[in-house]
């Protein structure tokens, strides 16, 4: 009985340390694997740019890659530093680099819907403050072709994970002609689980061109 007991003790102690070991990668291995990805991105998003700004007359056209970054968003509301390049697609290995484009909903600034979905927690934590979000705050989306502001038009709803109803682009009204261009921002609620979604919309109300941003 004690030889036995002290292989269950031995099998807690064990099975312990594995969860706390996942736990840290869960937190600090997937934040710096997002950090490099993003500080690579940036530069790259900073090179293209500045090497290219013909191409800003070209606006956002032209195919995305999976995993390609073509546009930061900031969110002031998220602190002044808050940044993050957007990649295309929100699959696994996606979202492990940052806030992924929706595939299949709009550019950035084009009329209709431009979908964003981000971690809550883990990569760095990107939609970690999203259900704070309160109508009036800002989120700006910078690309190529310049600076998209868009201002959040709603309190935080929560639905189900399967309800695409807000990837619509009039987001809500599914069949509906859009008539404006909207942003939705999406992630997990609770923040370890995927039982529901946290979605944040928000209307564009502002473009500037890159001209008028100093190729920043």
């Avoid at 710096?32 to 993003?38: I, N, T, V």
């Avoid at 390049?85 to 992924?100: D, E, K, R």
């Avoid at 002609?177 to 689980?193: E, V, Y």
Wanted: with cysteine; hydrophobic share 45%; proline share 8%.
């Amino acid at each position: 009985m004690r030889s036995f007991l002290r292989g269950i003790g031995e099998l807690l102690v064990t099975c312990g340390v594995v969860v706390a070991l996942f736990m840290a990668y869960m937190f600090w291995g997937t934040g710096l694997r997002e950090s490099d990805a993003q500080h690579r991105f940036a530069g790259e998003l900073g090179r293209q740019w500045g090497a290219a700004p013909g191409l800003a007359l070209a606006g956002d056209a032209g195919p995305l890659a999976l995993g390609q970054p073509f546009a930061f968003i900031r969110i002031p509301a998220f602190g002044r530093t808050w940044r993050f390049a957007v990649v295309q697609g929100t699959g696994t290995a996606q979202l492990a680099l940052g806030p992924g484009h929706v595939p299949g909903t709009q550019r950035p600034g084009q009329v209709g819907n431009f979908a964003v979905a981000g971690h809550r927690v883990t990569a760095g934590n990107p939609f970690w403050s999203l259900p704070t979000l309160k109508p009036g705050n800002k989120v700006f989306i910078d690309t190529i072709a310049g600076t998209y502001e868009y201002q959040v038009n709603a309190r935080p709803v929560w639905v189900w994970p399967g309800d695409t109803a807000v990837l619509a682009p009039a987001p809500g009204f599914p069949g509906q002609q859009p008539r404006r261009a909207w942003i939705t921002l999406i992630t997990c609620d609770p923040a370890w689980s995927g039982t529901s979604r946290v979605i944040v919309t928000g209307v564009l109300i502002k473009r500037i061109p890159r001209a008028a941003t100093n190729g920043s």
